[in-house]
């Protein structure tokens, strides 16, 4: 599966759009990495757990996407977006979509 | 000895102000040097966020790469930002963070690429969002994250 984010796959023709095709993840962290960071919170610099929880959940949410445009019989995703929303206190929702097509 | 029995909330309070101040600036002073020698290696490495149209038979491979980093602000910056906002102005506590942040986030997505023997990144773009924390209940920015993601390209040596 070929993802891109720019509207073509570079080098490649395009047989066949198949539409939009989406996937999301929500996420909360647990309560000691919430602790842990708010003890950051007040020293400043990166909060590694954040870090590393959002790019599993945004790895997860293209994997659906992916598994969604693979249904379709698409075999690339192209012009993929992020898109990053706290649904509530502590949990943020994380959403990519783009445009399932066939390439050769 | 007497004030700080008496006035413990006080003292509690000028003891995060010092503790936040002081780490605080080691640590942007520090994470500002490995980003500024980090950007220097890799100079040669192309990453524009215009789309590329190559030549036929040019490309030889292409993927996504990203690379995010959530950066948290110090307690004496905060504090800084809530009095800016009482006179309006520049909030420089906060211009160092996120761009500490998205500097941060597009080595990070260089480094990927790098890794993955990519010749050059098109297309990149950068989201940033507030992530909702115990800092953030109140409405303020406590850390910031931003995403850096890119359509890495491989080249067909010529």
Redesign the interface.
């Known amino acids: 599966m ?6 073509h ?3 490649r023709k395009i047989l066949e759009h198949y539409g939009i095709v989406q996937g999301s993840t929500v996420r909360a962290k647990h309560v000691g990495r ?1 602790i842990m ?2 003890f ?9 757990g ?2 590393e929880l ?2 599993e959940a ?1 790895e997860e949410a293209t994997q659906r996407m992916t598994t969604q445009a693979r249904q379709l019989g698409a075999n690339a995703v192209i012009n ?7 649904v ?5 929702e994380l959403f990519a979509y783009g445009t399932a097509v066939l390439v050769e | 000895m007497e004030f700080i029995v008496n006035h413990l909330d006080l003292s509690l309070f000028a003891v995060l102000v010092t503790v936040g101040y002081a780490a605080g600036t080691f640590a942007e002073r520090r994470h500002y040097a490995s980003i500024l020698s980090r950007e220097r290696a890799q100079r040669q490495f192309q990453v524009m966020n215009a789309e590329a149209y190559f030549a036929e038979g040019r490309v030889k491979n292409s993927f996504m790469v990203s690379g995010s980093a959530v950066i948290s602000i110090d307690y004496f910056k905060r504090l800084l930002a809530i009095l800016r906002n009482i006179f309006g102005g520049r909030v420089k506590a906060y211009e160092s963070l996120v761009d500490r942040a998205r500097r941060e986030a597009i080595l990070r997505m260089k480094e990927e690429a790098l890794t993955r023997g990519a010749d050059m990144v098109v297309n990149l773009r950068l989201e940033t969002a507030a992530i909702g924390n115990a800092a953030n209940r109140r409405g303020r920015i406590g850390s910031v994250e931003v995403l850096a993601y890119g359509t890495a390209v491989t080249l067909n040596k010529t």
């Open positions: 070929i993802v891109t984010n720019v509207n796959v570079p080098g919430d960071a708010s950051k919170n007040l020293v400043g610099g990166e909060l590694k954040y870090t959002l790019q945004r993929v977006r992020f898109a990053t929303s706290s509530a206190q502590g949990a943020a």
